[in-house]
């Protein structure tokens, strides 16, 4: 949830919120927590409290349903400034390029929930780049996202990208780039034989409902599927991505 006047964002949930508070206390606004929760948040008050912030017990669970809008809370809840996610800039890029990174490419995934389960897979595997398109279509870091990224939102580096055709045109040569595509010829379980091992590699997955755009596709160096009984037609973009990080975590 946004609190528009103040311009923060609430981060709930037990796992979100202390990760939060051990690798980035300085973002923290104002904390607040169930007594049964306090205990866990000790370090972080002192830090608050050396700053002047506010931190404190509520008085009921309600009061954090109210701060966050959502029953998910878990007992704690924290006001940071609302996140602005950078744009990609050149520098940076080539930066990744140069380092062989394995880069995680989002186009127009819609669900907040689906992008919090994305990053915390990312997390869980130390793909720590991700890259979502700028088109109203994306979702955004949100309280949701938060929440069900368990932590990893602290791991990993989010940046837009106005053009995905663009990055992708951009990177030919320099980065193995791979489109999932349940239509594809090939399957997951070859990407290790399909990638330049001396390159670092670019993964793009496509919204929930459509996938890849037409345009992204064609700019990929392989597309590539993840095999299954054909009864369903696919995966969800999050269970997904899990396997793709999974893959591309040993490249």
């Known amino acids: 949830m946004k609190n528009k006047q103040n311009q923060e964002l609430a981060v709930c949930g037990f ?9 980035h206390p300085e973002s923290i606004q104002r904390l607040f927590f169930t007594q049964d929760r306090a205990r866990f948040f000790g370090s972080v008050c002192k830090y608050l409290a050396s700053v002047k912030r506010i931190y404190r017990v509520v ?52 669900n907040a929930n689906n992008l919090g389960a994305i990053v915390r897979s990312a997390a869980f ?49 320099r ?34 409902e459509t ?3 037409a345009d992204l596709r064609a700019a990929c160096d392989r597309l590539v599927r993840i095999p299954g009984t054909g009864e369903i037609e696919s995966l969800n973009v999050a269970q997904a991505a899990t396997l793709f990080l999974y893959e591309l975590s040993a490249l």
């Open 15 to 23: 796992e979100a919120v202390k990760a939060l508070a051990e690798r």
């Open 59 to 110: 008085e009921t669970p309600q009061e954090l349903e109210r701060l966050s809008q959502s029953v998910h809370h878990q007992g704690v809840v924290a006001m940071i400034r609302e996140p602005e996610l950078l744009p990609l800039d050149e520098p940076t890029f080539r930066a990744w390029q140069d380092a062989r990174e394995r880069v995680l490419f989002l186009d127009r995934v819609g």
């Open 211 to 213: 996938g890849l755009s």
């Open 125 to 173: 595997f130390g793909v720590s780049k991700i890259l979502i398109s700028a088109e109203d279509e994306q979702a955004q870091v949100t309280t949701s996202a938060w929440r069900v990224a368990q932590g990893g939102m602290e791991f990993v580096d989010i940046r837009k990208v106005s053009s995905a055709v663009a990055l992708f045109r951009a990177a030919a040569g």
């Open 175 to 208: 980065m193995n780039r791979i489109g999932a595509d349940h239509r594809a010829p090939s399957r997951l379980s070859e990407l290790r034989d399909i990638v330049d091992p001396s390159l670092g590699s670019l993964i793009a997955l496509g919204n929930e």
